[in-house]
Each structure stands twice: as C-alpha cells, then as structure tokens.
C-alpha cells in the first residue's frame, strides 16, 4: 500500500506558476512511476504527467506541454515527486491528483494509488 500527500495547491493569477508536490510519508516509492491528473468540475479525470521510476522518462498531456515540468528527487530518504506549472491559464483550474503505478501509464485506471488532491485556482 502506498499513501500520497498532494500539497502546494492554492490561487494565483492567469501567467502565474505554482509548484505541486507528492509525497509518501514514511516510505519510499522511488520503484514507481507517478502520474499527475487533475479533475475540474463537472469534467473527467484528465492526464497530466508522468514520470518513471529512474526520472528518465517523462511524458504530458497535449494541454500542458511547454508549460509543466515533471520531475523527483530524493533527499534525506524522502522521494518526492513535484509538477512545475508555468503560465498558468483558468482553464488549468481543477484539483490536481498524484498517482503511483509500476509502469508509465496516461490511463487512470491502470494506477493503484492516489492522494486526496490539491485545489488548484488560476483567476483571470
């Protein structure tokens, strides 16, 4: 079983960035690939980014590409996972998932764990 934490979510203005973290408090999930995906109201969970469990594979969603960067470290026994967001659009508005999946994966289905999510607010 492993449990995520999402955290740097907030509100921040059209042309902004803001940086989303995940963790697994008390293990290391260095073995597997992380995706993010993010869900606004009404709409389906859409894909994000991925990367694998080296750090050397990475791939993006269609809408976010050029804007977010994935990637992870580990510093002082803790992975973490982060999503750089630049240039920040109200349509990137929605509340951003972590997941962790032995393979790269863009489905959503095809991942076994997630955090809770973090708000994401981008105003115009």
């Known amino acids: 079983q492993v449990q995520l934490v999402e955290s740097g979510g907030g509100l921040v203005q059209a042309g902004g960035s803001l940086r989303l973290s995940c963790v697994a408090p008390?293990?290391?999930?260095?073995?597997?690939?992380v995706g993010w995906f993010r869900q606004a109201p009404g709409k389906e969970r859409e894909f994000v980014a991925v990367?694998?469990?080296?750090?050397?594979?990475?791939?993006?969603g269609d809408s976010v590409k050029g804007r977010f960067t994935i990637s992870r470290d580990n510093v002082k026994n803790t992975d973490t996972v982060y999503l750089q967001m630049n240039s920040l659009k109200p349509e990137d508005t929605a509340v951003y998932y972590c997941?962790?999946?032995?393979?790269?994966?863009?489905?959503?289905?095809?991942?076994?764990?997630w955090g809770q999510g973090t708000q994401v607010t981008v105003s115009s």
């Open positions: 008390g293990r290391t999930f260095s073995t597997y690939a």
């Open positions: 990367i694998g469990y080296g750090g050397g594979s990475t791939a993006y």
């Open positions: 997941a962790a999946n032995q393979f790269l994966s863009r489905r959503t289905n095809e991942y076994a764990y």
